[in-house]
Nanobody, 120 residues
Framework: QVQLVESGGGLVQPGGSLRLSCAAS????????MGWYRQAPGKKRELVAT???????TYANSMKGRFTISRDNAKKSVYLQMNSLKPEDTAVYYC??????????????WGQGTLVTVSS
């Protein structure tokens, strides 16, 4: 089965940094765009950043200059480096991948989410 496994979430102080990782596994033929989304309590899910297979990136305006998305195609992984974290960054962060399974089926896969808490 194709799945995304996230890691790196946790508790961090305001102004601190955190690096999230997401690794894809299973019978995957190719991975197209990957991204990170987040959802805070009482809020709708919002886009954080995306990265194409070629490395082109897109960021939500509020994340520009603080967050950096990257990927390692050999490891089938995507990362999110978060700097200058603020309490309002507290949310469950979800990894997303658009891929083609070994069967040829196009899939959109979501990770289970990892909680990031920014608090002193």
């Amino acid at each position: 089965q194709v799945q995304l496994v996230e890691s790196g979430g946790g508790l961090v102080q305001p102004g601190g940094s955190l690096r999230l990782s997401c690794a894809a596994s299973g019978r995957i033929f190719s991975i197209n765009a990957m991204g990170w989304y987040r959802q805070a309590p009482g809020k709708k899910r919002e886009l954080v950043a995306t990265v194409t297979s070629g490395g082109s990136t897109t960021y939500a305006n509020s994340m520009k200059g603080r967050f950096t998305i990257s990927r390692d195609n050999a490891k089938k992984s995507v990362y999110l480096q978060m700097n200058s974290l603020k309490p309002e960054d507290t949310a469950v962060y979800y990894c997303n991948g658009n891929l083609v399974a070994d069967t040829g089926r196009y899939l959109e896969v979501w990770g289970q989410g990892t909680l990031v808490t920014v608090s002193s």
